[in-house]
């Protein structure tokens, strides 16, 4: 005997070998009710001898052309965004996958943008925001249902971003994978990073998604909560707007009110100069309460006509404190979403600043400011500011954006453009005392 | 073609609850499955029996399969398993010995042939013979399912069909 005929006599005797008993296993074997759509799945030749038939049936014109099928690109940093590009790789739509995606997106339009553009402007953002540090790992995958066309995307991206971002590689191994599953290899990684990370779903159940409902898996994707978010942000930064309409007519009120005071002082001086001593004392006390009252009446009166005459100085110096303080209230919002990952409980306890022309006034310093003295009093307000709201768990972004304010406190600290006196008076010295304190802690 | 991807993802199906993976489990396991079994007991009937034990065992310790196990390899181990037992356990209950019950001319047999591979090659051989010749399989996928090398899979093959062809020209090279 040959080994051939030895080979052939095996297969003819194997050929009923093995004795059918499916039916009889899989009838002990509880049961759920079968999908019809399984068999595209378990059964590719089924599959495509469906598919066949509908070609047939309604005509090949009506598929899709291969070159058409949209791509997906996902940003992930932690804020996560995701982009659908048409072919030529411009941003058609995007959303965010999650609040805090919808922190990093809310200012920007970016349909029509070329993706390398529109995921440059957001990493940028991100950076700025406090999302992203020299350490992050920023995350960017294209899907494509064409494996070649989804390769090419990805190896764009890398080509123009190098080594900014990290992009996903697909070892052989997940190639031949999603080959023999007929899924492109990115959608198998992102099936499988989910399968990982999620009990409540099977393989069977993810495959028949796209990749835009895949990624709403992946990133517990609730469109409610980004729809609040964004309501709850338009409604606390309209509430700044009106905080800073009202500071303003408290500003002009106050200039009237001084400019009146100042007129009263004038007349007075010229009819009763007893009336006028008297008048300037309570002028005095109210707006420069640590200085001394001069005894002669002349030289109060001096000190009234270099006020007025510094009157207009001193109402843009209030208004862009206004402007400056609103900034601020802005951008400690922006870190408080990022620092809270726009937690909406926590927006909603969320309040207003309480800041009236009382705590922008400090007019005797800026009587005997200069102008750079009167540039550094406005940043250390703002720092004054800051350091006084910060909150026990202050985090990232918080606190980068004190460091970042008292470095360019210092710039003017270190100079011989503010005066000695004012470097070392009680409220620079204190705001010095309280960022330190900071850092301790 | 085996898709041991298909397998792993039906195997981690059926433990998250879905029965119906089992459709695919079994197509693509129950002849090596049987080949275990029958290898060991030598009996058809018995064999069927055991076979329907395995599925059910399968789907009784599925919480216990873990993702890096190799699917048909940890199915086969189960099979080997309950065939073993049901072994120790026909030998117990008769004072015949099994082998004696089981000697019978293997020419009377439909698959003559493939009974005395039963006998005379050992469970490796016997599976890589009944895999790689009768359903064709390539080396590479047996070697994965028996953790042996291509290289491996190949030598025994060789060496278990040399045994068979000794055998029935009455040789006892590989004896």
């Known amino acids: 005997m040959t080994k051939k005929s030895l080979i052939d006599q095996l297969k003819t005797e194997g050929k009923h070998f093995v004795p059918d008993i499916k039916d009889t296993i899989l009838s002990n074997i509880p049961r759920q009710e079968k999908v019809h759509k399984h068999i595209l799945i ?22 899709p052309k291969s070159e058409s099928y949209p791509t997906v ?23 965010a996958l999650n609040l805090d995606g919808a922190v990093l997106i809310e200012s ?87 399968l990982a990370t999620h009990d409540d779903y099977t393989f069977d159940q993810l495959v028949k998604l ?17 729809d609040l978010l964004k309501d709850k942000v338009t409604a606390y930064r309209a509430g700044l707007e009106n905080k800073k ?62 006020l007025e005459s510094r009157l207009s100085d001193y109402q843009a110096y209030l208004q862009a404190q206004v402007s400056s303080m609103y900034q601020l209230w802005l951008t400690k919002f922006n870190a408080h979403l990022v620092d809270t990952h726009a937690d909406l409980d926590i927006l909603a306890t969320l309040e207003l600043p309480n800041v009236g022309i009382q705590g922008l006034a400090k007019l005797a310093s800026f009587v ?42 210092m710039l003017y600290y270190e100079s011989d453009d503010v005066s000695q006196t004012l470097k070392d008076s009680t409220y620079i010295q204190t705001i010095i005392t309280n960022y330190q304190n900071t850092k301790e802690n | 073609m085996f898709d041991n991807t298909k397998l792993k993802y039906a195997m981690r199906d059926l433990k998250k609850g879905n029965n119906n993976a089992m459709d695919y489990i079994y197509d693509v396991t129950n002849r090596m499955v049987y080949y275990q079994i029958y290898q060991i007991i030598k009996r058809r009937d018995i064999s069927e029996d055991i076979m329907q034990d395995v599925y059910m ?16 390899s940890w199915i086969l181990s189960i099979a080997r398993n309950e065939a ?3 072994y120790k356990r026909m030998k117990r209950e008769t004072v015949v010995d099994i082998d004696t019950l089981n000697q019978k001319s293997y020419d009377q047999t439909a698959s003559p042939i493939i009974d005395l591979a039963s006998h005379i090659l050992d469970e490796d051989e016997f599976i890589i013979v009944m895999s790689c010749v009768v359903d064709q399989k390539t080396r590479k996928e047996v070697g994965k399912i028996l953790n042996l090398s291509t290289s491996g899979v190949t030598f025994k093959l060789n060496v278990a069909l040399d045994k068979l062809k000794n055998q029935l020209e009455g040789g006892t090279k590989h004896d």
């Open chain 2, 57 to 72: 065992k399968v789907l009784k310790n599925i919480l216990k399969y873990q993702e890096q196990d190799q699917p048909k």
């Open chain 1, 210 to 226: 796209d990749v835009i409902a895949l990624n709403e898996i992946k990133m517990a994707y609730i469109a409610n909560e980004i």
């Open chain 1, 42 to 63: 378990w059964q590719p030749k089924l599959a495509m001898a469906l598919m066949l038939l509908i070609m047939i049936t309604f005509g090949i014109s009506l598929l």
């Open chain 1, 368 to 409: 005997d400011a200069n102008i750079k003295e009167q540039v550094f009093l406005e940043i250390a307000d703002r720092l004054n500011t800051l350091l006084n709201d910060m909150p026990n768990d202050a985090g990232h972004a918080y606190k980068r954006i004190v460091d970042t304010l008292y470095v360019e406190f």
């Open chain 1, 73 to 95: 690109v996902t940003l992930n940093i932690n804020p996560s965004v995701e982009f659908s590009l048409d072919q030529n790789n411009q941003v058609t739509s995007y959303r």
């Open chain 2, 84 to 86: 073993l037992n049901q």
């Open chain 1, 108 to 194: 920007y339009d970016l349909v029509g943008s070329d993706i390398n553009q529109a995921l440059d402007t957001l990493i940028n953002k991100a950076y700025e925001l406090g999302y992203a540090t020299d350490t992050s790992t920023i995350e960017v995958a294209a899907y494509n249902q064409r494996t070649s066309t989804e390769e090419k995307v990805n190896q764009a991206l890398k080509a123009y971003f190098t080594n900014r971002i990290t992009i996903s590689e697909v070892d052989q191994d997940t190639l031949d994978e999603a080959k023999s599953l007929n899924i492109s290899p990115r959608k198998l990684l992102l099936i499988q990073q989910i």
């Open chain 1, 245 to 306: 309409a009202l500071l303003e007519v408290e500003v002009n009120t106050y200039i009237q009110t001084l400019t009146a005071d100042i007129n009263n002082l004038k007349s007075l001086y010229e009819t009763d100069m007893i009336a006028f001593s008297l008048a300037y004392q309570t002028f005095s006390t109210t707006y420069f309460p640590d200085a001394t009252i001069p005894i002669l009446p002349a030289v109060q009166y001096q000190r009234v006509l270099n």
